[in-house]
């Protein structure tokens, strides 16, 4: 079954702590971004992937770092969390040159920071 | 950074009203997506218009893309209760990168 999957899917941390959200595909996409979801805000990127070792920020990249070193797997870092980190968070992929309807969402991790 | 307004942020109808949800923006995209979230999942695409005037149809659900493909509006006619979720638009500009809109949360009571 083609899918995105994301662990943890709940997570629980305090402040400082550092903490990976892991993020894999299966359809051998090139493309890979993270976004977090706040309620009355919509989704906004965080980071995105064009292919392996080619990393770029989105809208709100501050307080998080990426890696691509393998096609299937787009890590999400949070190297000192903070409160304002608290959020959910969703990771997708679509193949390069691929149709606009071809992208797909993982499950989400729910992230609270104390 | 591109922005996208959408609007009504909630709606709570009875079942079989008809609604329409919309998405606004100052910039033009080259395409706009709409996707259904459900509690506890990721978003779901539910279609992507591209040309300016388009209409597309899915079941009860009509989706049209602005002339100037600026905004976009959701049409649900007869809503039921199973149309119940977090409806988001999503404007591709430049790259890859999809910009969304806060989202219009929709419940249609029995």
């Known amino acids: 079954e083609a899918q995105v999957t994301q662990n943890p899917r709940y997570l629980i941390t305090v402040t400082g702590k550092k903490l990976t959200v892991t993020c894999s595909q299966n359809m051998n996409h090139e493309y890979m971004s993270w976004y977090r979801q706040d309620p009355g805000l919509g989704l906004r990127q965080i980071y995105y992937s064009m292919n392996v070792e080619v990393t770029d920020k989105g809208d709100v990249p501050e307080g998080y770092k990426v890696s691509r070193k393998e096609k299937r797997n787009f890590p999400l870092i949070l190297e000192s969390p903070s409160p304002n980190q608290t959020s959910l968070y969703f990771c997708?992929?679509?193949?390069?040159?691929?149709?606009?309807?071809?992208?797909?969402f993982g499950p989400g991790t729910r992230l609270t920071v104390l | 950074t591109q922005l996208l307004e959408q609007s009504p942020q909630f709606l709570s109808i009875q079942e079989g009203e008809n609604l329409t949800v919309y998405c606004n923006s100052s910039?033009?995209?080259?395409?706009l997506q709409w996707y259904r979230q459900e509690p506890g999942e990721g978003p779901v695409l539910l279609v992507t218009v591209v040309t300016g005037g388009e209409v597309k149809k899915l079941k009860r659900l009509t989706f049209q893309f602005g002339d100037a493909r600026k905004d976009s509006s959701l049409h649900i006619t007869a809503a039921q209760p199973g149309d119940t979720g977090l409806y988001l638009c999503a404007g591709r500009g430049s790259a890859r990168q999809l910009t969304f809109g806060s989202g219009t949360q929709l419940t249609v009571l029995p």
């Open positions: 997708a992929s679509l193949p390069s040159g691929g149709s606009y309807n071809e992208q797909f």
């Open positions: 910039s033009v995209f080259s395409s």
